[in-house]
């Protein structure tokens, strides 16, 4: 299983960045599809997540700013990042799930939200 994160990078508060994480090994449709997020000194946290019937849900800190979407298509999940904020700063990662023994990291991509 592959993953190919992109999207990452600098922005000033109030910017936006769109994430993207294309699979390759695994039948995309049938897994659910998470980012998480991993910031200085802290421990990584769920962000959002779609569910392979595309029920979507975010933690409570990024609604509003943040969509996730997929294409089954293509194989990609997608972060849109809207009105960032410096603690959006982190790395993100990307996971495939579809049961405890059925789970996928990507490597992660840098966000730094920074004036």
């Known amino acids: 299983v592959q993953f190919v994160e992109s999207g990452g990078g600098l922005v000033q508060p109030g910017g936006s960045l769109r994430l993207s994480c294309a699979a390759s090994?695994?039948?995309?449709?049938?897994?659910?599809m998470y980012w998480y997020r991993q910031g200085p000194g802290k421990q990584r946290e769920l962000v959002a997540v779609?569910?392979?019937?595309?029920?979507?849900n975010y933690v409570d800190s990024v609604k509003g700013r943040f969509t996730i979407s997929r294409d089954n298509a293509k194989n990609t999940v997608y972060l849109e990042m809207d009105s960032l904020k410096p603690d959006d700063t982190a790395v993100y990662y990307c996971?495939?799930?579809?049961?405890?023994?059925?789970?996928?990291w990507g490597q992660g991509i840098q966000v730094t939200v920074s004036s």
């Open positions: 779609i569910s392979s019937d595309e029920i979507i």
């Open positions: 090994g695994i039948i995309f449709s049938a897994y659910a």
């Open positions: 996971n495939a799930r579809r049961n405890t023994f059925n789970s996928y």
